[in-house]
């Protein structure tokens, strides 16, 4: 804190010479956790789940008929399966005992561990500068990647990734929006007028920003949106750009070879369409469907993060 090394010097015939580290390391010990959906459905289910449904509405409130279809029984279990893995990479925390090594939680029917390591949020939040901001500017995001370039490599050619919720995601685009028309661009921007039709009024959209050599992406989850709300903006920024000594990559998600993704199916009576014949695997008439997969996830320099609020 009180002396800065600058260069070394020496003399003729010199005999040895030193290298400065400047690495800062930290330890992290994170692990791969199993997800698993499983969709159960009846052979009738199966035959109907692609027809049409009529629903007649109430001709008294002038309410006209709708019509609706049921969603498949793999949409539903891959959505479901995605989205627990992409909240469990980005909230979880972890519940293994750094004196023990052991998880702290066991499934009741079977004992055995459940392993749950630290999402990316939490690995960012235990290093990443942290700002309240009152209103979003554009002096918020100056802000941000004027803090990240002081813990950057170099001053230029940084790229960072900013995950926001919704709040946060419509915030920027009125500022970029603002931002613009001080330098009264118009044109394609902002209007655009088809022969005969009206006249369509509004940007496309606004995801990033460049300022001195560096340029800043903003990317909405819903998942945050859930989490955090829609009435408070929140926004974690992330330095993307690859390590020039190892050319890897900032943020790694982890597995077994090919255990990303693994699908199942155990099928009963009526077949996974619920017309079929042959061998079946239940006398049920029904069918499941399972999804499930090893994943973890790393920060690999949480040094290098920033999470802003609104307050």
């Not at 079977?110 to 392993?115: I, T, Y």
């Not at 960072?160 to 330098?183: I, P, R, S």
């Not at 006249?199 to 949106?225: C, E, M, R």
Request: net charge neutral; hydrophobic share 35%; charged share 20%.
């Amino acid at each position: 804190m009180t002396t800065r090394w600058i260069s070394a010097y020496m003399p003729e015939l010199h005999e040895e010479g030193y290298v400065k580290w400047t690495s800062n390391v930290e330890k992290f010990r994170g692990y791969i956790s199993t997800h698993r959906a499983d969709a159960s459905y009846s052979a009738l289910y199966a035959a109907h789940q692609n027809v049409f449904v009529n629903m007649e509405g109430n001709k008294r409130k002038g309410e006209k008929d709708a019509i609706y279809r049921m969603d498949t029984v793999q949409k539903t279990l891959l959505d479901t399966f995605l989205t627990m893995r992409n909240q469990g990479l980005l909230f979880s925390k972890s519940n293994i005992n750094p004196a023990t090594g052991k998880p702290n939680i066991v499934d009741p029917d079977s004992g055995r561990a459940v392993w749950i390591s630290d999402g990316l949020i939490p690995q960012a939040e235990a290093y990443a500068h942290k700002y309240a901001y009152n209103k979003m500017s554009l002096g918020v995001v100056k802000q941000i990647i004027t803090t990240l370039n002081d813990k950057a490599r170099k001053l230029t050619g940084n790229h960072y990734l900013v995950l926001c919720n919704q709040k946060a995601w419509n915030d920027v685009g009125d500022v970029l929006e603002a931002h613009l028309m001080q330098y009264h661009t118009d044109g394609a921007f902002f209007y655009s007028e088809k022969a005969g039709d009206y006249i369509s009024v509004g940007a496309k959209g606004f995801n990033s920003f460049n300022y001195q050599g560096n340029s800043i992406t903003f990317h909405p989850d819903k998942a945050l949106t859930l989490e955090c709300g829609n009435d408070k903006g929140f926004m974690m920024a992330l330095d993307m750009t690859a390590d020039e000594t190892m050319n890897s990559a900032p943020v790694k998600m982890f597995t077994l070879k090919g255990g990303d993704f693994i699908s199942n199916k155990f099928i009963g009576v009526g077949g996974e369409d619920g017309l079929s014949s042959g061998v079946v695997s239940s006398p049920v008439a029904g069918s499941k469907l399972i999804a499930w997969g090893y994943s973890g996830i790393a920060l690999m320099n949480p040094y290098r993060s920033y999470i802003a609020r609104e307050i």
